[in-house]
């Protein structure tokens, strides 16, 4: 501990009292959808049993673990950033031994009192902590190709694992981390790279495979035509331009089919193509032919988004009221304590509801980077970038999911949806950064 500080001396209350008014909100909206009028509210609440209740729990053991948190002396987290890493990674490993079977996902480890632990939650922040200690080193130099690997290889570890436990939404999530590294320097040709093969991808989905390679050969047919001068001097990049196109249709040909086909499940192709309004054909898929019922996937994931669009465009512009709404308190929302938690705003107070809502979320992420920009130490930078990047992706991801613009891959909006492992991860995110920008005037680590 810290003798010299006092938990209030340096914190950035602004951001306690925007995660409190979060946390706050999502207990409300988790009430909205599964209170009963005709049962006694505060009885509800201190049984312990309701979804609501147990929200609240975790908000009470948030609270100490926040504390906690504030009262630590910052230098421990810069010490233990790597040994807290491996222990997340080794955490994810046990989860294929200990792990239970939760929606398809072995990626939960039982507790007792019948809380389960999700290491893919936990393990972003260890993520974030082992990122910013490997940028922060004086022998790191991330202009070499060599330290840009071994960043992403932090990143991409954990994500890996959560491929393999059948969770592609929280692998998504690792990679708001090219944010942080963008800020320390990752060249911007990789993020342009990493933009062009997703709309390479959306394309394979969305046009016919022929008309596709014959608009890729024109495209690249057109650029050889207006670089021809240069070409004739320059050798190399005409062997650049051929090779980014025997790349461009290789992807579209071989590579987006073989993973629809061949490392996805059906339903997250399903998901995936619904996304862009075509039907994916289960047949094709080598890790369900076998299964009965694929042709019935897309099914549910269109009910789920169809609902949760009814249920958002009938709260209008002020909404139906508090526990006044039809479509989340009738449970026609699936999982709408969780992913779907959005649609109990969006129906009770409408879209000036959901705008105060939105303006919240976007006046904590400007505050958490301007904390990351008044930060001395690269650590402490690095790690608030990486915090608010993982808390916009989440709030993105979450909400287009809700309105049909993204397939359901299971995020959690940050603070709001029920969890006691999403609301402590976040809750240690952003607590962590409180602490280290309470010492920012240390020197620098």
């Known amino acids: ?199 390479l991808v959306i394309a394979t989905l969305v046009l016919e495979p022929n008309v596709l390679a014959l608009a890729i050969t024109l495209i690249a047919v057109l650029i050889i035509f207006l670089l021809r001068k240069q070409l004739k001097k320059n050798k190399r990049l005409l062997v650049l331009i051929v090779g980014i196109w025997v790349f461009s249709v290789g992807t579209q040909r071989f590579l987006v089919p073989y993973i629809f086909n061949n490392v996805l499940e059906c339903y997250q192709s399903t ?42 465009g009938s709260g209008g512009l002020s909404g139906r009221g508090f526990l006044k709404g039809t479509q989340t308190r009738g449970k026609y929302v699936p999982e709408q304590h969780t992913d779907f938690i959005f649609t109990s705003l969006g129906e009770a107070f409408g879209f000036a509801g959901c705008l105060v809502f939105l303006c919240i979320y976007l006046f904590l992420l400007f505050r958490i980077v301007k904390i990351a920009e008044r930060q001395r130490s690269t650590f402490s930078r690095v790690y608030a970038y990486s915090v ?9 991801v979450n909400i287009s999911m809700t309105i049909g613009l993204f397939p359901i891959v299971g995020i959690p909006l940050p603070l709001i949806s029920y969890g006691g492992s999403s609301l402590l991860t976040f809750t240690v995110l952003i607590f962590i950064m409180l602490r280290l920008d309470a010492d920012r005037q240390m020197v620098l680590r």
Not at 275 to 302: H, I, L, Q
Not at 388 to 396: E, M, R, V
Request: aromatic content about 12%; some cysteine; proline content about 2%.
């Open 1 to 199: 501990m810290n003798k010299s500080n006092t938990i209030s001396q340096g914190v950035d209350w602004v951001v306690i009292w925007l995660y409190a008014i979060l946390v706050s909100i999502g207990i409300l909206c988790i009430f909205m959808v599964e209170y009963r009028t005709d049962t006694d509210w505060l009885q509800t609440f201190l049984t312990g049993k309701t979804n609501y209740s147990k929200q609240l729990i975790f908000a009470g053991v948030c609270t100490i673990v926040a504390t906690f948190i504030l009262l630590t002396d910052s230098k421990l987290f810069t010490a233990f950033a790597n040994l807290m890493y491996a222990f997340g990674i080794l955490l994810m490993l046990a989860t294929f031994v200990l792990g239970k079977n939760i929606n398809g996902s072995k990626s939960w480890i039982p507790l007792a009192g019948g809380f389960n632990l999700q290491p893919a939650e936990l393990c972003k922040i260890f993520t974030a902590l082992a990122l910013a200690k490997y940028l922060s080193r004086q022998e790191t130099d991330f202009s070499k190709l060599r330290s840009q690997l071994i960043a992403a290889l932090i990143a991409v570890s954990p994500a890996v694992l959560s491929i393999l436990q059948h969770e592609l939404g929280l692998a998504l999530v690792y990679s708001a981390f090219l944010v942080a590294m963008y800020r320390e320097g990752l060249p911007a040709q990789i993020l342009v790279f990493g933009s062009s093969f997703a709309v």
């Open 271 to 312: 998901r995936i193509y619904s996304m862009v309004g075509k039907e994916y054909d289960c047949s094709k898929n080598k890790k369900s032919e076998k299964k009965a019922g694929e042709k019935a996937a897309r099914k549910p994931d269109d009910y789920n988004v169809r609902q949760s669009m009814i249920a958002i």
């Open 388 to 396: 608010a990047s993982i808390i916009f992706f989440h709030i993105a």
